[in-house]
């Protein structure tokens, strides 16, 4: 399983994946016994992927219902993944390494073209001794 969560690691953070590869392998890999017993709800607050979530719900021109998440955090690979519905009634997917900060986010209606983001957390450290000259 290792080897399969650091090869999605590495599609994920390609810039040049195509990131409906990446979706499907992370699909293929939840059909794993193992991945899935891995796995825990996650109950608190979603406000975090709530935030990294909403430039998807913005090219929907939708919100995002925040009471709709569903998340599996998968602590071994610092891995979250889940749901949300969106006020226009689309289902985002998406998996996110805690690790990398960065994941992929998928979403489309029945009959209509699917859409993929990369969904990602840049942060900036500061050095708090050159911060106080």
Do not use: W
Not at 47 to 65: G, T, W
Not at 96 to 125: P, Q, W
Request: charged share 25%; hydrophobic share 40%.
């Amino acid at each position: 399983m290792i080897k399969k969560i650091e090869k999605l690691k590495q599609m994920t953070l390609d810039k040049g994946a195509d990131f409906g590869d990446c979706i499907s392998y992370f699909l293929d890999m939840t059909e794993d016994r193992q991945f899935l017993a891995e796995g825990e709800r996650l109950s608190s607050d979603p406000e975090f992927y709530r935030a990294i979530l909403q430039p998807v719900a913005e090219f929907f021109h939708a919100e995002i219902d925040a009471d709709s998440f569903f998340l599996i955090k998968v602590k071994p690979h610092d891995l979250v993944h889940g749901t949300v519905r969106l006020s226009n009634h689309q289902l985002v997917m998406f998996y996110y390494f805690e690790d990398i900060k960065s994941g992929i986010a998928g979403s489309g209606k029945l009959g209509e073209e699917s859409h993929f983001f990369r969904i990602t957390i840049k942060s900036t450290i500061v050095n708090p001794s050159r911060a106080l000259h």
